[in-house]
């Protein structure tokens, strides 16, 4: 399983209610609904993931962030993940209101663009920098709205929410030592984990 999704695994409880968004071929969901007994539900953009997920037996949905997550029903869930999927949806507000929304918390999980190499590259090269974290070139990334940590801690405040725990690490799984930094974590963290819930 990926670094972000094992790290979103750690922090769901046993028997969590839980919607995937982006959920790909659900190695999250059949991750939590073997090891924590999670009632795990996905939504999935790309038709072949989503029919690859239902093929194993998960609960999946062809559906898109943007528009489908008006039709859950308040506090349907315990935890809404969206992982590596924010900086792609067409309105990141939205989507972050609609999660908190249908569940009691949010995990989210981006690339951060404020990571020193893709500064780096960008100042040095002049164009748009492939990472270790998002290794496409930029005419072929589904990436629409590039955030950094920074950004993230601003949206969340702007939109008066409650950062419950946050993280950040490399490709390799290393957590950053600089909790007690964000402009550290911001130029070192390479992704980055938050959980939210409303006030």
Not at 44 to 69: K, P, S
Not at 79 to 90: D, P
Not at 109 to 128: I, Y
Request: proline share 5%; net charge negative.
């Amino acid at each position: 399983m990926r670094l972000d999704l094992r790290l979103i695994a750690e922090m769901i409880p046993e028997g969590a209610r839980v919607l995937d968004i982006g959920c790909g071929d659900g190695a999250l969901m059949a991750h939590l609904a073997n090891e924590k007994n999670v009632d795990a539900r996905g939504i999935e953009i790309d038709m072949r993931e989503a029919t690859e997920a239902v093929a194993q037996g998960l609960a999946v949905i062809h559906g898109d962030a943007d528009n489908d997550l008006a039709f859950y029903p308040d506090g349907a869930f315990d935890y809404v993940v969206l992982s590596r999927t924010l900086q792609a949806v067409e309105r990141p507000r939205e989507v972050l209101r609609q999660m908190l929304r249908i569940g009691q918390h949010a995990i989210v999980s981006f690339p951060n663009f404020g990571h020193w190499e893709v500064r780096l590259k960008l100042l040095l090269g002049g164009r748009m920098p492939d990472t270790e974290t998002w290794s496409r070139p930029w005419y072929e990334t589904p990436n629409i709205h590039p955030c950094t940590i920074l950004d993230f801690f601003a949206l969340a405040e702007m939109e008066g929410y409650v950062i419950e725990r946050w993280l950040a690490v490399d490709e390799r799984g290393l957590k950053a030592p600089w909790k007690r930094s964000v402009r550290l974590a911001n130029l070192f963290g390479q992704q980055a984990l938050f959980q939210l819930r409303r006030k």
